[in-house]
């Protein structure tokens, strides 16, 4: 081979060198800006979910908080609930109480106007009586019993569902 053959194919060669040289340097630095390029959407990815985590533990948080506000709220409607029924039972008992012993009458109004009440009673007082107003008859002790845990079951029923009415607001609000 030629002197000339040989510069020719040591050119071609120190060519093909240099271009398989440059193209590995271009591949390793496009391959170090991707890995750079990933790393940077790696941590805004993780910044991103990050940021989703805080805000629903936030929000768990403060579901949180509300659910033991509610809780509170009906835990303190459901005192008050409990101390009107145990005042008004109360109430009731010492109502039973005064009429079993007779320091307490019922009495009904008569209706003056009323002829088959058997006996006509004045609407007026005469001059020698000592009740004022309209007449009255007593009740016997039995029904006046009666009435009154008529009355008691009323006032429980009426009681719970004013409880039942305070949960129903709480719920809504």
């Known amino acids: 081979m030629s002197p000339a053959a040989w510069r020719l194919a040591v050119g071609l060669f120190l060519a093909g060198l240099l271009i398989a040289v440059g193209a590995a340097s271009a591949w390793m630095v496009q391959g170090w800006r991707y890995d750079r390029q990933l790393a940077e959407q790696a941590r805004l990815h993780g910044e991103a979910l990050n940021q989703l985590n805080l805000a629903a533990a936030a929000r768990q948080r403060a579901e949180q908080d509300k659910r033991l506000a509610l ?5 303190a409607s459901d005192q008050t609930h409990h101390r009107a029924l145990t005042d008004a039972q109360r109430d ?3 109502l039973r109480d005064r009429l079993a012993t007779a320091d307490l009458r019922l009495s009904v109004l008569l209706d003056a106007q009323d002829s088959a009440a058997g006996s006509p009673v004045p609407a007026t007082p005469g001059a020698g009586g000592l009740v004022h107003g309209a007449a009255r008859a007593r009740l016997d002790p ?3 019993q009666r009435i009154v845990a008529i009355t008691d079951a009323g006032d429980q ?3 719970a569902l004013q409880a039942c009415q305070a949960y129903v607001r709480e719920l809504q609000k």
Do not use: C
């Open 157 to 159: 029923g009426l009681i």
């Open 142 to 144: 039995a029904h006046a």
């Open 71 to 75: 809780e509170q709220q009906l835990q």
């Open 92 to 94: 009731q008992s010492r």
